[in-house]
């Protein structure tokens, strides 16, 4: 739990500390700021991150104007408590040119894949849009869902077996998600079959 108090704030001339933000899911940095004590405060208290603006001289709620916040999911500081680290769930695009970081670079963690896709099913399970396979697969019940899951745990197998590695990674990648599709179905986010993961890693 971050101790505010510890926090050294003389360190820098302007008494502010920079302060990275990271997606909780992703791992992906999403942009840097700076906080004083106050904007920490803030942060913690409305759960949404809160930075002190140099250019504006006051604090300054990320989404503010555009609705795009920064929800708080952890807060801490470095070894030398002269740095923040923020895990955060955006709304939408961090960056203000519409992108999902501030930092362009082209690297993309491979969860991120994953969960992006969770996002995809997600919203075809509100929306339902016609003529998808994936809106097909949620209106025929979770027994048909978890039959698929079974066909493609299946043939995954087989191309193991049959040593290709090709074949292998396009029935891994049909399992893996039909399998998030039987999750939602089942309204169990993934983050708790993380956890279980989590908890057998000791």
């Known amino acids: 739990m971050l101790n505010i108090k510890k926090i050294d704030f003389k360190k820098y001339s302007d008494g502010l500390v920079p302060c990275i933000i990271q997606d909780y899911q992703t791992m992906q940095v999403l942009m840097l700021g700076f906080m004083n004590k106050e904007a920490i405060e803030k942060t913690i208290k409305t ?6 603006s ?15 916040f920064l929800h708080l999911v952890d807060i801490d500081t470095d070894c030398d408590n002269d740095s923040i680290l923020v895990f955060a769930k955006p709304d939408g695009p961090t960056c203000h040119t519409g992108t999902i970081s501030c930092f362009h670079n082209t690297y993309v963690p491979a969860i991120k894949t994953i969960v992006d896709l969770n996002t995809i099913i997600e919203q075809r399970s509100i929306k339902m849009p016609k003529d998808s396979y994936t809106t097909s697969l949620f209106k025929s019940g979770v027994k048909r869902i978890s039959q698929k899951v079974g066909e493609e745990g299946v043939e995954t197998a087989l191309a193991a077996t049959a040593g290709d590695n090709k074949e292998l990674a396009n029935e891994s990648s049909d399992l893996i998600y039909h399998l998030l599709v039987l999750l939602r179905a089942k309204n169990l986010d993934f983050s708790e079959v993380c956890k279980v993961l989590k908890s057998r890693m000791k």
């Open 54 to 68: 140099r250019s504006k001289q006051r604090l300054w709620t990320k989404g503010e104007t555009s609705k795009n």
């Open 47 to 52: 759960k949404k991150v809160t930075f002190y």
